[in-house]
């Protein structure tokens, strides 16, 4: 993959909370960037206000440049499952012991 300028808009991001109180953003890797079936929809920590940094990740671990992901803005797609268990709250009876 190769990095690229990043165009986030405020209103792109998904409202959802990450675990140290920050927002996160629906992200999915464009077309020819990998092939269809690895093009899930990732959440990715919204870095703080500035400059994009040239990599970001995943709460899979998976590395994502900027410019080869779209920024969705609503829930579409098949979701990335990583993502969702990382994102998902802990405790008794919750999704995230589900594993």
């Known amino acids: 993959?190769?990095?690229?300028?990043?165009?986030?808009?405020?209103?792109?991001?998904?409202?959802?909370?990450?675990?140290?109180?920050?927002?996160?953003?629906?992200?999915?890797?464009?077309?020819?960037v990998v092939g269809e079936s690895r093009r899930v929809c990732h959440l990715i920590p919204v870095p703080a206000a500035g400059a994009v940094p040239a990599q970001l990740t995943a709460l899979c671990g998976e590395a994502i440049f900027p410019g080869d992901a779209e920024v969705l803005d609503g829930l579409r797609g098949m979701p990335c499952h990583r993502c969702l268990m990382e994102s998902a709250p802990a405790g008794p009876g919750l999704l995230a012991n589900a594993g």
């Open 1 to 32: 993959m190769r990095g690229h300028e990043a165009v986030m808009t405020r209103s792109a991001y998904l409202s959802a909370m990450g675990e140290n109180g920050g927002m996160l953003a629906l992200v999915r890797l464009r077309r020819g």
